[in-house]
């Protein structure tokens, strides 16, 4: 049976996604903060012999037991899940708030799949959470776009790293999904265009899929985020740029 560490699980596409592998038989170890969402998180999947583990990506001492964790019992999955983000012009907002984006979003993930791919065999698979701002950019977010856009880059080298050894590395790329993220990061789903929106059962459908078939490094998730990233690519950059600029909820305050 294959077990899978999952971080950022206690709700959002990391607990729909954990669902999703339960359901095919998967045994979940779910990371978040909150213990209490957590235990509920757990109850909620199918199956039987899934554990929590109460962890704050950003105190270093919290990271190093989830490491500890990666090494002493042995995953066959890890998705690095949890992200921050802040919604905002950047001079706007304060520094410190934005470094500890960064520190979580890129440091505690580089973190975590060092460990994870240090214990790695064959038939094993890191997945990174990235964004569709990977491939794009998002003024009023504009650490939290660049940000990915590193973890995009990070994914995709790892992939031809570890290939011949059969270790699969993901780059799974989302766009904007109906989850509480948004809320979190200062703004709401409802500030996007109901067009660019995906829900998160078809976000982690998509991203179980590409877990299962072990093709690609980079997968963008949504034909409409496909499109029109396709479309941009008619564009001059000033055009893509401005566009992302106005469909900003950090560009309205």
Same mark, same amino acid.
């Given at each position: 049976?294959?077990?899978?560490?999952?971080?950022?699980?206690?709700?959002?596409?990391?607990?729909?996604?954990?669902?999703? &592998?339960?359901?095919? *038989?998967?045994? $979940?170890?779910?990371?978040?903060?909150?213990?209490?969402?957590?235990?509920? /998180? !757990? %109850? #909620?999947?199918?199956?039987?012999?899934?554990?929590?583990?109460?962890?704050?990506?950003?105190?270093?001492?919290?990271?190093?037991?989830?490491?500890?964790?990666?090494?002493?019992?042995?995953?066959?999955?890890?998705?690095?899940?949890?992200?921050?983000?802040?919604?905002?012009?950047?001079?706007?907002?304060?520094?410190?708030?934005?470094?500890?984006?960064?520190?979580?979003?890129?440091?505690?993930?580089?973190?975590?799949?060092?460990?994870?791919?240090?214990?790695?065999?064959?038939?094993?698979? &890191?997945?990174?959470? *990235?964004?569709? $701002?990977?491939?794009?950019?998002?003024?009023?977010?504009?650490?939290?776009? /660049? !940000? %990915? #856009?590193?973890?995009?880059?990070?994914?995709?080298?790892?992939?031809?790293?570890?290939?011949?050894?059969?270790?699969?590395?993901?780059?799974?790329?989302?766009?904007?999904?109906?989850?509480?993220?948004?809320?979190?990061?200062?703004?709401?789903?409802?500030?996007?265009?109901?067009?660019?929106?995906?829900?998160?059962?078809?976000?982690?459908?998509?991203?179980?899929?590409?877990?299962?078939?072990?093709?690609?490094?980079?997968?963008?998730?949504?034909?409409?985020?496909?499109?029109?990233?396709?479309?941009?690519?008619?564009?001059?950059?000033?055009?893509?740029?401005?566009?992302?600029?106005?469909?900003?909820?950090?560009?309205?305050?």
């Amino acid at each position: 049976m294959k077990k899978v560490l999952i971080t950022g699980a206690s709700g959002g596409i990391g607990l729909e996604t954990a669902k999703q &592998l339960a359901a095919l *038989g998967y045994h $979940l170890t779910l990371v978040a903060r909150n213990e209490d969402k957590l235990n509920k /998180a !757990a %109850k #909620s999947l199918s199956g039987t012999g899934h554990t929590v583990f109460a962890a704050d990506l950003t105190s270093e001492e919290d990271l190093q037991k989830v490491v500890n964790d990666l090494k002493t019992e042995k995953y066959d999955v890890l998705i690095n899940n949890a992200g921050a983000g802040l919604y905002g012009k950047f001079i706007e907002m304060p520094l410190a708030d934005q470094l500890a984006t960064m520190h979580l979003n890129m440091d505690a993930l580089v973190t975590l799949s060092y460990g994870f791919l240090q214990n790695a065999s064959a038939g094993d698979s &890191l997945v990174n959470i *990235g964004s569709l $701002l990977a491939h794009s950019s998002l003024p009023g977010a504009s650490v939290y776009a /660049a !940000a %990915k #856009s590193f973890v995009a880059n990070f994914s995709e080298s790892l992939w031809y790293e570890f290939k011949r050894k059969d270790v699969f590395v993901l780059g799974f790329n989302p766009g904007a999904a109906n989850s509480d993220f948004h809320a979190h990061a200062g703004g709401q789903t409802s500030d996007f265009p109901k067009f660019v929106v995906s829900s998160v059962e078809d976000v982690a459908s998509e991203l179980v899929k590409a877990l299962e078939k072990r093709q690609k490094p980079r997968v963008v998730q949504g034909w409409k985020n496909r499109f029109m990233l396709f479309g941009f690519r008619l564009l001059n950059r000033k055009s893509a740029v401005n566009i992302m600029g106005k469909i900003s909820p950090g560009m309205h305050s």
